[in-house]
């Protein structure tokens, strides 16, 4: 089992449709959470990160945590078309070596 | 603002071929580290680098090899490239310390080999 598991998809949404992504994970250690945003042929750029459970919102983005289930979303409100890419959550290995653990990554078209 | 730099966007090589790829960051980040994006797989972690001529083994070593001399610099070689290695290689760096661990990403390589 992968350390962060996360559906591929595609997800498909019309604009203006709330769009939920998930990841699972399964070690406890080092409990900092990240969210990546790839855009098609580019290098991904830090989207939002959380180091509790809860919420952290970001205009129209929603970062949450829920460590009883082990479980990370990223909400995003009134989806655009330029929301599209592809999403990879992310977790603290160790906050010395900066070592990160992602997911496969969630591709995501926002339809016009 | 952080830049990290791929020298080579595209890369088509023959199987057995040796095969550098390098990366520059700017920003005087101590922590440095390779992955490899596959579909379906997400990125996983080769090789990294906490400070120059240090290296740590990720999660996907074989057939890999790096360098640090510098600081700034991080080269990853295959000593001889296989159809297995074709994918898009992805460069980043960090604060050390930081407790975010904000990764900073280049815009990858994408390395064909035939």
């Known amino acids: 089992q992968k350390e962060v598991e996360q559906d591929p998809g595609p997800l498909s949404v019309p604009e203006g449709a709330i769009v939920s992504l998930n990841c699972t994970y399964s070690?406890?250690?080092?409990?900092?959470f990240m969210w990546y945003r790839q855009y098609s042929r580019k290098g991904p750029e830090l989207l939002m990160y959380?180091?509790?459970?809860g919420n952290k919102e970001d205009g129209r983005f929603t970062a949450q945590v829920d460590k009883s289930s082990k479980y990370i979303s990223l909400f995003i409100r009134d989806s655009q078309p330029s929301d599209s890419a592809t999403y990879l959550c992310?977790?603290?290995?160790?906050?010395?070596?900066?070592?990160?653990?992602f997911g496969q990554g969630t591709t995501l078209q926002v339809k016009p | 603002d952080v830049k990290v730099t791929q020298s080579s966007r595209y890369l088509v090589k023959r199987t057995g071929e040796k095969v550098f790829l390098e990366c520059v960051q700017d920003m005087d980040h101590e922590n440095m580290f390779w992955y490899r994006q596959d579909p379906g797989l997400g990125l996983r972690l080769i090789y990294f680098s906490y400070d120059v001529k240090m290296k740590e083994k990720g999660d996907i070593p074989e057939g890999y090899s790096v360098s640090r001399e510098k600081k700034e610099r991080f080269s990853l070689i295959l000593e001889s490239a296989s159809t297995n290695q074709t994918s898009m290689y992805l460069c980043?760096?960090?604060?050390?310390?930081?407790?975010?661990?904000?990764?900073?990403f280049g815009e990858g390589s994408r390395l064909t080999v035939l």
């Open positions: 992310a977790k603290g290995g160790s906050s010395n070596t900066g070592k990160l653990i």
């Open positions: 980043a760096s960090s604060l050390r310390g930081e407790v975010t661990g904000e990764l900073f």
């Open positions: 070690n406890s250690a080092f409990q900092y």
């Open positions: 959380t180091y509790s459970s």
